[in-house]
């Protein structure tokens, strides 16, 4: 799976749209874009997923670079309950994983909603 | 539709003990992962379950064990206990989609603790 690099930590306004940034450089053809999102000690919650075009759910809207190099999520309104640990994760299709399936977490950024 | 259960939520075992996890998918999801979560390694995968056969496994030791039964419940094993498998564990189940798309939904996780 392609590795993914985020910011550590974000800053964001209540009210105000966040935007969450995802560096992919090297994604392949066939791999999606996911966002899952991890609220203090919960199990991560599943935002939203792409593969090349931008798509909105009732959570979120997710933005992908013409050359799939990057994508950008984005909370129309950020509210404190979006504080979590956001996590973007490039993954191919099941059972493309080499053996080892399952989603590759990194880091991801912690935003923090300042009211 | 309810969304992934896991239990128990919170468990204390001591060193050599064994202890098991148990976890039920969302209704019509037959592949279940397993994860486990700690401070100094993140988010790593376990393990996955598809139709009560092991699909694929990540890098932990032989201790570490599951299976799955004929309705997609799963439990999860680990024998022998240490004090380094105190963590988050963490079950999700995937409803593999058209293309292979593998998107998966978490479950609140059960805290071990090891003393």
């Known amino acids: 799976d392609a590795k993914t690099t985020q910011p550590t930590s974000m800053d964001c306004a209540e009210g105000r749209a966040a935007n969450l940034p995802c560096n992919h450089s090297t994604i392949s053809g066939n791999e999606y874009v996911y966002w899952y999102r991890q609220i203090h000690s919960q199990g991560p919650q599943y935002i939203i997923h792409g593969l090349k075009n931008n798509e909105t759910n009732e959570m979120a809207s997710l933005i992908i670079t013409e050359d799939r190099k990057s994508s950008t999520l984005i909370l129309p309104h950020a509210t404190l309950r979006d504080t979590a640990v956001y996590y973007c994760i490039v993954r191919g299709p099941w059972g493309s994983g080499g053996g080892a399936d399952g989603l590759t977490f990194g880091k991801g950024t912690h935003l923090i909603i300042q009211p | 539709k309810a969304g992934v259960t896991q239990t128990p939520r919170y468990l204390i075992k001591t060193r050599g003990q064994q202890v098991t996890l148990s976890c039920s998918p969302i209704s019509g999801h037959r592949s279940v992962s397993w994860y486990q979560q700690t401070p100094g390694q993140g988010l790593q995968f376990l393990f996955e379950y598809f139709s009560e056969t092991q699909r694929n496994k990540g890098n932990f030791p032989g201790r570490f064990s599951g299976r799955q039964f004929s309705n997609s419940r799963s439990e999860m094993n680990v024998s022998t206990l240490e004090l380094g498998d105190s963590a988050l564990y963490l079950c999700?189940?995937?409803?593999?989609?058209?293309?292979?798309?593998?998107?998966?939904?978490f479950g609140p996780g059960t805290r071990l603790t090891v003393l």
């Open positions: 999700a189940s995937s409803l593999l989609g058209s293309g292979g798309l593998y998107t998966q939904y």
